[in-house]
């Protein structure tokens, strides 16, 4: 296998795990307060929108040719890492709205 089938698959397996992960934090999101949940539905169309630019890269590679693709692939991982960056800042922030529920529900 070369090493573009091989970043293609790595790639392929990624978008998959992506596809899952948003799934859950769009699960997620219906759990907080109602005056959030719009602002957690934009988020999550952000992230949906960074994933599509990622399988856009990915087909793109895949329809390269072998010399050109060098230069998709730094584009595609550019593309990897605002989707992984915009999951992690959607769960850390997710995380403090939910904890800091949690406070108020146990405040007096």
Same mark, same amino acid.
């Given at each position: 296998?070369?090493?573009?089938?091989?970043?293609?698959?790595?790639?392929?397996?990624?978008?998959?795990?992506?596809?899952?992960?948003?799934?859950?934090?769009?699960?997620?999101?219906? #759990?907080?307060?109602?005056?959030?949940?719009?602002?957690?539905?934009?988020?999550?169309? !952000?992230?949906? +929108?960074?994933?599509?630019?990622?399988? +856009?890269?990915?087909?793109?590679?895949?329809?390269?040719?072998?010399?050109?693709? !060098? #230069?998709?692939?730094?584009?595609?991982?550019? /593309?990897? #890492? /605002?989707?992984? !960056?915009?999951?992690? /800042?959607?769960?850390?922030?997710?995380?403090?709205? #939910?904890?800091?529920?949690? !406070?108020?529900?146990?405040?007096?």
């Amino acid at each position: 296998m070369s090493k573009r089938e091989e970043f293609i698959s790595k790639m392929g397996n990624r978008l998959k795990e992506w596809n899952v992960e948003i799934d859950k934090l769009e699960e997620k999101a219906l #759990t907080v307060k109602s005056e959030l949940q719009g602002k957690y539905r934009q988020q999550i169309a !952000d992230l949906r +929108k960074k994933r599509e630019e990622a399988e +856009k890269k990915l087909a793109e590679i895949k329809a390269s040719g072998e010399g050109a693709w !060098d #230069t998709l692939k730094g584009e595609s991982e550019r /593309a990897w #890492t /605002a989707l992984k !960056d915009g999951v992690a /800042a959607f769960k850390s922030h997710y995380q403090a709205e #939910t904890e800091e529920k949690g !406070d108020e529900e146990k405040s007096p």
